[in-house]
């Protein structure tokens, strides 16, 4: 911690040598032109002439001047204001002097601006209040200095935390709402999400397959194949789904011209409420389109489909084995669609069960693997 503290400093101190570099370097500047003040005229002139004529020699020789410092340039800018400076400059154009006027005004005039009063909170502090408020936008200043205080034992009043809410954000802002992703986490038991992909046959023959999932369980309820998806197919679809004795009463999809007003009337007549995500935002239907990247990647990635009843076949060998075989790391982990015969297993270190001994099913053709535990024979 001590080293990590003079790591820390040391850039702090090297700033401050530098800017007492530049501060006494105008002191001496200041103390030079007070001296000259009380040098006869005669005197200076004959000084002034005798530099412009060395400064001459080095302008016919063109001698490149080094790069003049933050100290120098002030002081030239000072100087400048008590005579005609034009004649006089040979170092740069007339128009880096002014510019330089003007940076000098600019840091004279932050330097007058700088707000007083308490210092602002640090910069880690300052996030974290913008954290909280982005993610809780039911949550007022004083509902956050609370919990800073009582879960953080950080005590901040509720005006300094108004200053750093982002605006259009919290209570005050109007009608406060959740985000899509609260909502759909908080009734996920009651969601009902599908959506269409395309795949390829060997023939270069483009086949739909539509899905439909239990957002809770991860489950997929249903899914079917065809290659001219219309609006009374996917009707259909949800007819062998829905039945009115399931929990779900919630039904994600996109706005693809497929889910017709006719079909969205049917299904609300289903008792179901259709939640259409924005437009191009696939995001808002995320567990669907993570369950086919999921499809995609442990299954159609290998396989060649040669027709719609060959996709068929092995969807529906794989999608049970999603169902009742695959773990799920959002589940715990766990089995979305376990079975009655299902029975857990407590751990046992890493080693086999004693009279005990590990069988597995191959899937798909030993594309993937089902591994249990059996008693082995006496």
């Known amino acids: 911690m001590i080293g990590c503290g003079i790591l820390y400093c040391m850039p702090v101190a090297k700033r401050l040598f530098h800017v007492l570099l530049k ?24 000084e002034n002439l005798f530099l412009r004529k060395q400064v001459a020699v080095y302008l016919e020789r063109q001698v490149k001047p080094r790069r003049a410092t933050d100290s120098t340039r002030l002081s030239l800018v000072f100087l400048s204001r008590l005579f005609e400076w034009r004649p006089a400059l040979t170092m740069v154009k007339p128009e880096t002097l002014i510019g330089w006027h003007r940076k000098s005004f600019q840091l004279f005039w932050r330097w007058r601006s700088k707000p007083r009063g308490r210092p602002r909170l640090p910069l880690d502090l300052r996030n974290l209040i913008v954290e909280i408020a982005l993610n809780n936008p039911t949550w007022g200043e004083e509902r956050i200095a609370d919990e800073l205080l009582i879960k953080l034992g950080i005590r901040v009043s509720p005006r300094t935390i108004r200053r750093y809410i982002p605006e259009n954000t919290g209570p005050r802002s109007g009608v406060s709402s959740q985000r899509w992703l609260t909502f759909v986490r908080n009734h996920a038991q009651a969601i009902l999400a599908c959506d269409f992909f395309v795949t390829v046959t060997a023939t270069f023959r483009l086949l739909y397959v539509f899905v439909i999932m239990e957002v809770g369980t991860r489950r997929i309820v249903h899914f079917n194949v065809t290659a001219h998806p219309t609006a009374v197919w996917t009707l259909q679809q949800f007819r062998e789904v829905i039945t009115g004795e399931q929990p779900q009463r919630f039904l994600i999809h996109d706005r693809d011209s497929i889910y017709s007003s006719d079909l969205d009337a049917a299904l609300k007549a289903m008792d179901l409420r259709i939640l259409k995500t924005p437009l191009r935002t696939p995001q808002a239907n995320a567990f669907c389109e993570r369950l086919i990247g999921t499809v995609r990647r442990e299954c159609l990635d290998f396989t ?21 075989g695959r773990p799920h790391s959002s589940l715990g982990p ?3 669609d376990p079975g009655p015969d299902y029975q857990g297993v407590k751990p046992s270190g890493h080693h086999i069960p004693i009279a005990h001994q590990v069988v597995a099913k191959a899937i798909l053709g030993g594309l993937h693997h089902e591994y249990r535990l059996e008693r082995r024979a006496a």
């Open 23 to 46: 501060v006494l370097a105008l002191i001496l500047d200041a103390l030079i032109f007070l001296k000259l003040c009380f040098r006869p005229r005669t005197s200076l002139a004959a």
């Open 304 to 324: 060649i489909p040669l027709n719609e009843r060959h996709l068929r076949g092995f969807l529906k060998e794989w999608v049970a084995h999603y169902n009742r």
């Open 334 to 336: 766990g089995i979305p």
